[in-house]
């Protein structure tokens, strides 16, 4: 790559960066957990509800991070990420309704947990990029 490209494409990305920090943000929809994991464990099949994902602020990990779960006011589930970001909250014993999912540090999303629909993983990515926040889901 010649020298004039490599300096035109760094000065796009800092462009790019002043532009995104300069600019609302946009509301996010609440995200709706409604799948179901389903693993063999000897002779039984067992289903889980979980949230498994990854936690991220300007594209780098959350190392160690608290992550909090609330309906209303009151915690309902804790944990910590990993070292590469991700963490794991298991919903089987909530109920549907809308909660709260926080992170330390990054800010919060408003999910809905609702009846079974799905039997296939999903894996969430909560992130923050230059102050927004954004979720993301992909399934196997």
């Given at each position: 790559m010649n020298a004039r490209l490599a300096v035109g494409m760094l000065a796009s990305l800092?462009?790019?960066a002043r532009l995104a920090a300069g600019t609302k943000c946009d509301p996010l929809p609440v995200l709706q957990i409604s799948d179901v994991r389903t693993t063999l464990i000897g002779d039984t099949l067992r289903k889980d509800r979980v949230i498994d994902g990854t936690a991220s602020m300007d594209s780098a990990p959350?190392?160690?991070?608290?992550?909090?779960?609330?309906?209303?006011k009151k915690l309902v589930q804790r944990t910590i990420t990993d070292a590469q970001g991700h963490f794991l909250l298991e919903l089987?014993?909530?109920?549907?309704?809308?909660?709260?999912l926080s992170f330390e540090g990054m800010g919060s999303f408003n999910?809905?947990?609702?009846?079974?629909?799905?039997?296939?993983?999903?894996?969430?990515?909560?992130?923050?990029?230059?102050?927004?926040?954004?979720?993301?889901?992909t399934s196997d």
């Open positions: 800092v462009v790019t959350l190392l160690f991070t608290e992550v909090r779960l609330h309906s209303g089987n014993k909530l109920p549907p309704g809308r909660y709260t999910i809905e947990v609702t009846p079974p629909r799905f039997s296939q993983r999903f894996y969430y990515n909560f992130s923050s990029l230059h102050g927004c926040l954004g979720w993301g889901e």
